[in-house]
């Protein structure tokens, strides 16, 4: 088949893959929550299982512990939100000095003055709270679809116990796609991390610097810098929103603009300069693929997408590149870590077989 029409086909085949993730969207961002949960999880099955703890045993608790992550990621989001929704109403005369301000100087600055007011005057408390509401929403409406989420961890914690002895038993016959899938469940791990480690540090920086400046409930926004920290690039920029709006209430727009000023030298430089690097080691992505995976998977999936599109990268990669000899040196072109040498291969990840237990099933002993 010619070339051109091969990359015909194959672009013919994205779009209409593509279309039916956007279709399909509602699901397919849960249902891939729960998966990156599970993988994320599944160290600490194997773990008690190589251990002499009987199935069922594992299996609890590695959906235990998939449900208390979740649950504190939306607890997180939602209260977050909450809070804010509950003290912007108390900002409502400060809000009314603004709007006269931001008049009165724009005024001055030769703007028609009653077409600024009828301009401001759309602009209230409540706008805000929208906007806010809005701008996390999307994140909290996909985590609070809890029944069909908790649904699926339960499932996939259950298989997950038994997976490796599987992937150890297809390992022989299909290598290429057991290195591919343990190369994304590895990937994936690493970049939990990674952003995890980042965002400790920035949530820790950030509520010690807004302690000081007397911004209300700088632990909250701390919890939301760590939370957005998951979002490659931009997420700061979503954890910024409340403490500046809450600067500008508190004490003006020189207070708000000390707020961004600090945010910004502290979290571009950790989150979108010196954590980039790391997560393009970690799961050899590069800083320009990770951005445009924010974009892309953000427009298919929504809000959840943003979270989601690092690993989500990871297992396209896995399942279209890394899967066939024949692409594989594609992963060099998109690769975030140190180039490989020429004479060097890429290298799948190493099998992790799973011990059998005395008292593992006879399908655990076929390993």
């Known amino acids: 088949m010619p070339r051109g029409l091969?990359?015909?086909?194959?672009?013919?085949?994205t779009v209409i893959a593509v279309a039916g993730m956007q279709g399909i969207a509602g699901i397919l961002g849960p249902a891939f929550l729960a998966l990156m949960l599970t993988v994320t999880i599944a160290p600490l099955s194997v773990w008690l299982r190589r251990r002499g703890a009987p199935?069922?045993?594992?299996?609890?608790?590695?959906?235990?512990?998939?449900y208390l992550i979740l649950l504190a990621l939306g607890g997180a989001v939602a209260i977050s939100v909450s809070r804010l929704v509950g003290l912007l109403p108390s900002y409502a005369k400060q809000f009314d000095n603004l709007q006269s301000a931001a008049a009165a100087t724009l005024g001055h600055l030769g703007a028609d003055k009653s077409?600024?007011?009828?301009?401001?005057?759309?602009i209230d408390p409540s706008t805000v709270i929208g906007l806010a509401e809005r701008?996390?929403?999307?994140?909290?409406?996909?985590?609070?679809?809890?029944?069909?989420?908790?649904?699926?961890l339960l499932f996939m914690g259950a298989d997950a116990v038994h997976f490796p002895a599987r992937m150890f038993s297809a390992a022989?016959?299909?290598?290429?796609?057991?290195?591919?899938?343990?190369?994304?469940?590895?990937?994936?791990?690493?970049?939990?991390?990674v952003s995890t480690v980042f965002g400790l540090i920035v949530a820790v920086i950030d509520t010690l610097v807004l302690w000081p400046l007397g911004i209300p409930l700088p632990v909250t926004w701390g919890i939301l810098a760590f939370i957005t920290n998951y979002i490659p690039n931009v997420g700061f920029i979503i954890g910024?929103?409340?403490?500046?709006?809450?600067?500008?209430?508190?004490?003006?727009?020189?207070?708000?603009?000390?707020?961004i000023v600090l945010y910004c030298a502290i979290n571009l430089v950790i989150q979108s300069v010196i954590q980039p690097k790391f997560v393009g080691d970690a799961v050899g992505l590069s800083t320009t693929l990770t951005f445009v995976s924010l974009v892309f998977w953000a427009w298919v999936i929504g809000p959840l997408g943003?979270?989601?599109?690092?690993?989500l990268s990871l297992l396209v990669k896995a399942l279209?590149?890394?899967?066939?000899?024949?692409?594989?040196?594609?992963?060099?072109?998109?690769?975030?870590?140190?180039?490989?040498?020429p004479d060097q291969a890429p290298a799948a990840a190493p099998p992790e077989p799973e011990t059998p237990q005395p008292n593992s099933s006879p399908a655990d002993a076929t390993t």
């Open 6 to 13: 091969t990359v015909l086909l194959g672009t013919a085949a």
């Open 55 to 66: 199935a069922w045993a594992a299996v609890t608790a590695s959906v235990a512990v998939a």
């Open 115 to 122: 077409q600024v007011e009828q301009s401001l005057r759309g």
């Open 135 to 152: 701008l996390v929403g999307g994140l909290t409406g996909a985590v609070t679809n809890i029944l069909f989420i908790l649904a699926l």
């Open 172 to 193: 022989s016959q299909r290598p290429e796609v057991v290195g591919a899938l343990r190369s994304f469940a590895h990937g994936t791990r690493q970049y939990l991390v």
């Open 240 to 259: 910024l929103v409340p403490p500046a709006l809450l600067g500008l209430f508190e004490g003006g727009p020189e207070l708000m603009l000390v707020v």
């Open 306 to 311: 943003a979270l989601l599109a690092i690993p």
């Open 320 to 341: 279209l590149i890394d899967i066939d000899p024949n692409t594989q040196w594609i992963d060099r072109l998109v690769n975030g870590g140190e180039a490989a040498k």
